[in-house]
């Protein structure tokens, strides 16, 4: 089974920490009616995948934390260097939200309508993508853009969401 993953936006940490807390950990995404305007972009992690993706907009080559994220979920203090002590805490088991540096958000919000298909056609020559094409993965990176914009505009942060 692959990695759930969703991205949403939302005013703040604490109104994040809100909803998980009320739904015992659930994606506000899930949530009936949904928490936050969000994607569903399974598989998706945001260090790597969202990384290519990130490293694509910049012309740059990726790099272990381009994409810098903050955990906010568990809510728990973050077990040491041995990790969990049981493989029933939740930092073992997830689910696990982080919040998404604003220059993330800003470098998403940042693509123009003409650059998406060069964009998409370098995020996809990603070894974490093969086998996916630019017009398979398109109308996510569509609506990341989009999410991102209004998250950018509505002064709110971008967070990922994830569960195996």
């Known amino acids: 089974m692959g990695v759930l993953t969703d991205y949403f936006r939302a005013p703040n940490s604490a109104a994040v920490v809100q909803s998980l807390e009320e739904t015992d950990g659930g994606s506000p995404l899930s949530a009936e009616p ?39 979920w568990p809510a728990s203090p973050a077990p040491g260097p041995e990790g969990p002590e049981s493989e029933e805490d939740p930092w073992a088991t997830g689910p696990w939200v982080s919040e998404l540096s604003p220059q993330v ?26 086998g996916a094409s630019a017009e398979s993965m398109r109308p996510l990176a569509d609506e ?12 709110e942060q971008l967070y990922c969401w994830m569960s195996l």
């Open 34 to 72: 949904p928490r936050f305007e969000g994607v569903d972009a399974k598989g998706m992690d945001p260090a790597v995948v969202l990384g290519q993706l990130i490293a694509a907009i910049r012309g740059t080559a990726w790099r272990v934390g381009l994409v810098e994220e903050t955990t906010v």
């Open 105 to 130: 958000r800003d470098t998403l919000a940042g693509v123009r309508d003409f650059e998406v298909p060069a964009v998409v056609a370098r995020w996809v020559q990603a070894e974490e993508l093969e």
């Open 144 to 155: 990341l853009f989009r999410l991102a914009g209004r998250a950018r505009d509505a002064e």
